[in-house]
């Protein structure tokens, strides 16, 4: 049987977005007040305040990129079995992203240094942007890797789910192409979830989260791979990102758009499209409805 929701993961959960940001807000400030210091050692001759113009308008910049390179690695994941596909669109990456921190550093340089009544001049732009560009380049894969390790540590804490892969020698105990169970690794634990737990099933990129009893294990598939593996007389497909179990499902709620909410039987509400609906309400009932 699957553990309850521990309450730190709750807790981290509902407040996992402003931690981030606040991840890569502090991570900014300490990095920029380093590099400030030292800057400030290495170029003594210019005036105390440039060196601190100089990394805090570059790691501004980065700052904003940030949210750019998320997208990109939600894109191509950087993972031990895909990182071959993804490396070659992160190393194209790495080109917008310098150009972009670069403008906009120079950007806001000139205007910093006008505010100071004095010219801000960057040099050259060729010999300029390859010095910078390598740096970046750094700079890009650093923020991969700490993405990376990141969500390694998240899936440990979390739990991944696995599909039951056939047994070397003899006949599955169950059959492989409709799994009813899957195996749940944790913090170093394994345990099988039962297929019929599984109150829906939601896309996420490369993987397919699954959700039992308020924790979302998730399943490196595609919605479409894995719902051909479920039973049809309990889960329907109720928006292109969503699949519901018609076993936990309490209300349908008719929307004006002609799309519909919800209601599982713990008070979770997910979408249904209308696509789906009119399907839907045939295979649940019209009782249902409301």
């Known amino acids: 049987m699957p553990p309850t929701p521990t309450l730190e993961y709750r807790d981290f959960h509902r407040w996992r977005r402003p931690a981030e940001v606040a991840f890569w807000v502090g991570l900014a400030i300490l990095n920029t007040v380093f590099n400030s210091m030292v800057a400030q050692i290495d170029h003594a001759r210019v ?43 992160h190393l194209l990456a790495t080109v917008p992203f310098s150009l972009v921190h670069v403008t906009g550093m120079v950007a806001l340089r000139v205007l910093a240094y006008r505010v100071a009544g004095v010219r801000y001049d960057f040099g050259r732009w060729e010999p300029g942007f390859g010095y910078e560009y390598l740096k970046d380049f750094r700079t890009y894969f650093i923020i991969i890797a700490l993405i990376s390790l990141s969500r390694l540590w998240l899936v440990r804490w979390q739990g991944e789910a696995r599909l039951l892969a056939a047994p070397d020698e003899g006949p599955p105990v169950e059959p492989v192409e409709r ?66 179990n018609l076993d936990f499902l309490a209300e349908i709620e008719p929307l004006d758009t002609g799309d519909a909410r919800l209601k599982l039987r713990d008070g979770a509400i997910i979408p249904c499209s209308r696509r789906y609906r009119a399907q839907l309400r045939e295979r649940f009932g019209e009782a249902a409805a409301v």
């Open 179 to 244: 799994p009813e169970r899957f195996l749940v690794r944790k913090l170093g634990r394994e345990f099988l979830v039962n297929a019929r737990e599984i109150e829906w099933l939601q896309a996420a990129g490369n993987y397919v989260n699954l959700r039992v009893r308020g924790r979302d294990y998730p399943l490196r598939s595609t919605m479409a791979a894995i719902e051909e593996r479920l039973d049809p007389t309990r889960f329907v497909r109720v928006h292109r990102s969503y699949v519901a």
């Open 47 to 89: 005036a105390a305040w440039e060196p601190w113009v100089w990394e805090w308008t570059s790691s501004l910049v980065i700052l904003v990129l940030v949210p750019a390179i998320l997208a990109a690695e939600r894109r191509w994941p950087f993972r031990f079995d895909t990182w071959r596909t993804s490396l070659p669109w």
